[in-house]
């Protein structure tokens, strides 16, 4: 079965801030990968989906990259509203595997 | 307007048995495969199982695989999920997702609100 590892598990950032998340999958997966963003109380929300493409209405300081076994997911300026939890995906044929998640906070 | 809606969620003793079921509206439901994901409180997003449009290709997670059965009606727009032999550690917010797939991505877009389980003596 193919594990997905998130980092950090939490992070502190300032309103502005560069914030970048990572995901490694255990072994290559292409760029079957998909990042979601959960707040409180809420069903998860698609963001990037295909390692690097950015779901409808989503605002453009959210990007992806990366490919194979190393996948980053970033905001360029980080908002007060973008204060959730965030996770990656890999999806397979009928299967999905989440990352552990990582937890943002506004410093 | 896409809609999910889940219900059949509750308190159940370990052991026991529930049926989820999730009506879809605004779309057309017997083209797209759909899935379960949960998440334990505090916890984590746990894909749980999908099924294809048809319902002939159907994969589970190895946490609930032979314990839970998932299934859909396409005349009713609905999915289920039977669970069968529960235990205290499926106890979570269940959620039906769309799987929704272009130029071979695949990703879940729309979600239903959740519903609770809870296994607890």
Redesign the interface.
Known sequence: ?IQMTQSPSSLSASVGDRVTITCQASQDIS??L?W?Q?KPGK????LI??AS?L?TGVPSRFSGSGSVTDFSFTISSLQPEDIA?Y?C?H?G?????????TKLEIK | EVQLVESGGGLVKPGGSLRLSCVASGLTFNIYSMNWVRQAPGKGLEWVSSISNSGSSISYADSVKGRFTISRDNAKNSLFLQMNSLRAEDTAVYYCARRFCTGGDCYQDYWGQGTLVTVSS
């Open positions: 079965d760029n079957s998909n979601y959960q069903a998860p929300k698609l989906y295909g493409n779901e939890t996770y995906q999806y044929n009928l299967l999905y595997t989440f990352g552990q998640g």
